[in-house]
């Protein structure tokens, strides 16, 4: 097993510490290497926690190293990276699930659907709550979910009298939703391969598909200011970049 890296220290002057807690934009330099960059985020993360965290990057390849040195520092480990703006990312975004967002410029301008439409597809699911195998099916089929006899994939349900399983969007492993009197009475989420299950409070099911997009609304409107951090690096080529984006 390879050597994990030396952990890489790095101290906020006050004045900055006091900027990120206010939610203010602040500004640093002198830290080119990017894996020194994620240690600076992993701190900034420690002292003023978000929800979400936005790196702009300015091509592919920046991605790539930015993803990759997240990984190896284990910066926001407890989170998701998404490096594209897909319906998990749209509603973990709606509900405030921790998750890490890796994207160029051009990606807070792309038209999205709007916020009342997307939210329509997201399914909270939890034990006691009212519904039955049909409400959750018809909602699955519209919300571009595929009916199989048994789940082996993200995008697929299949239902088995009052038991039904669905493997979310995004998700690691099919969830099993069990039914008593239209009224779920069990959540777990299972494992196949293993044959083991493990009990969950609730979940949050991403619809399949990007419904229509508007062109009044983007990346940013799904964002909650309060609840989000946007890093900036190699900011004159972002600049740039996004000038082409616009």
């Keep these: 097993m390879p050597a994990s890296?030396?952990?890489?220290?790095?101290?906020?002057?006050p004045a900055v510490r006091d900027a990120l807690r206010d939610g203010r934009v602040t500004r640093t330099s002198g830290i080119p290497e990017i894996t020194a960059q994620a240690a600076l985020v992993g701190e900034v993360l420690r002292i003023a926690p978000r929800h979400t965290l936005l790196w702009l990057v300015d091509d592919e390849d920046h991605q790539r190293r930015v993803v990759a040195a997240l990984h190896a520092l284990?910066?926001?480990?407890?989170?998701?990276?998404?490096?594209?703006?897909?319906?998990?990312?749209?509603?973990?975004?709606?509900?405030?699930?921790?998750?890490?967002?890796?994207?160029?410029?051009?990606?807070?301008?792309?038209?999205?659907?709007?916020?009342?439409?997307?939210?329509?597809?997201?399914?909270?699911?939890?034990?006691?709550?009212?519904?039955?195998?049909?409400?959750?099916?018809?909602?699955?089929?519209?919300?571009?979910?595929?009916?199989?006899?048994?789940v082996s994939g993200p995008g697929e349900f299949a239902r088995r009298g009052g038991v039904m399983d669905v493997y979310?969007?995004?998700?690691?492993?099919?969830?099993?939703v069990e039914f008593a009197d239209r009224t779920i009475a069990s959540l777990h989420s299972i494992d196949h391969a293993n044959k083991a299950s493990a009990a969950l409070p609730h979940a949050i099911i991403p619809p399949a598909r990007m419904p229509a997009r508007d062109d009044g609304t983007n990346l940013r409107d799904y964002?909650?200011?309060?609840?989000?951090l946007a890093v900036l690096t190699d900011v004159d080529d972002i600049l740039d970049e996004d000038a082409h984006a616009a």
């Design 168 to 176: 979310p969007v995004g998700g690691h492993a099919p969830i099993r």
């Design 74 to 150: 284990r910066v926001a480990a407890d989170r998701p990276i998404a490096t594209d703006v897909t319906p998990p990312v749209l509603a973990a975004l709606l509900t405030q699930q921790p998750i890490t967002l890796v994207v160029r410029p051009r990606a807070l301008l792309t038209p999205l659907p709007a916020i009342p439409h997307f939210r329509n597809g997201i399914l909270h699911v939890r034990p006691g709550a009212a519904a039955s195998t049909t409400d959750l099916s018809r909602h699955f089929v519209e919300h571009g979910y595929m009916a199989e006899s048994m």
């Design 223 to 228: 964002l909650h200011p309060a609840q989000s």
């Design 5 to 13: 890296p030396d952990p890489i220290h790095l101290s906020l002057p």
